[in-house]
């Protein structure tokens, strides 16, 4: 499949508008590297052996693609649905995601408004995704994207958390605070806190089944369960 190409019309704007990634996709693995070393990925793909049997997956917002790299690596018969509102970010995916991108389908747009298309998928992943989203989105975008999934299907979560004790109050806070400031600068990014994307996805009809946390709970990746 040829990378794709930025279409005339960009993904609808809603209220919250979409941050403009495309000006980071060159830098955000130097970024990663430089702020956090391994341990973004790290928690990406901790599940990675217990999503091992999926066929299909739905990944919003893979930024630059190294975990749709990773995820195509370990199983050769998964097809991915990778949607992402930057047509750079896209088509940096599209690289990384070589040789196996003929297995990679590209959707330039707005996880927000976008249809996933039939049949269900048995994965959904969105990795440091959820947190570009307010709480009111999270909760529709969850609602519905629970239909998108086939009755066994996996919801795979990677997001910072403020944890409890003076480790939350001293560092944690202070880092994702820095986090959004920054990227409301780069990106033009309106949310300011990150979203209880735990109720949004008990509220849809999903059970958490397993969780990890990396930094003492600065970092968390979750596996929810269709109910």
Avoid at 77 to 95: F, G, H, N, P
Wanted: with cysteine.
């Amino acid at each position: 499949m040829s990378e794709p190409a930025q279409p005339a019309v960009a993904p609808k704007k809603l209220a919250h508008r979409t941050p403009a990634f495309d000006k980071l996709a060159r830098l955000y693995c130097w970024m990663e590297w430089c702020t956090f070393g391994p341990w973004l990925q790290r928690c990406r793909c901790s599940f990675l052996g217990e999503i091992g049997d999926c066929r299909r997956g739905i990944v919003l917002g893979d930024g630059d693609g190294r975990f749709t790299a990773q995820l195509l690596r370990i199983n050769p018969a998964i097809e991915i649905d990778a949607v992402d509102a930057s047509a750079a970010m896209l088509q940096a995916l599209k690289r990384r995601a070589a040789p196996h991108a003929a297995r990679v389908h590209a959707h330039y747009a707005d996880a927000r408004t976008w249809q996933a298309p039939d049949p269900p998928c048995d994965l959904i992943a969105t990795h440091f995704f959820l947190d570009c989203l307010t709480e009111a989105e999270v909760r529709a975008l969850t609602q519905r994207l629970h239909g998108a999934l086939s009755q066994s299907g996996y919801w795979l979560v990677s997001e910072f958390a403020i944890p409890e004790g003076a480790f939350g109050r001293w560092v944690a806070r202070p880092v994702v605070w820095f986090l959004y400031r920054s990227f409301a600068l780069l990106t033009g990014l309106t949310v300011r806190s990150v979203p209880d994307f735990a109720a949004a996805l008990r509220a849809a009809g999903f059970t958490r089944r397993g969780r990890r946390s990396f930094l003492r709970g600065l970092l968390i990746a979750e596996l929810w369960k269709k109910d």
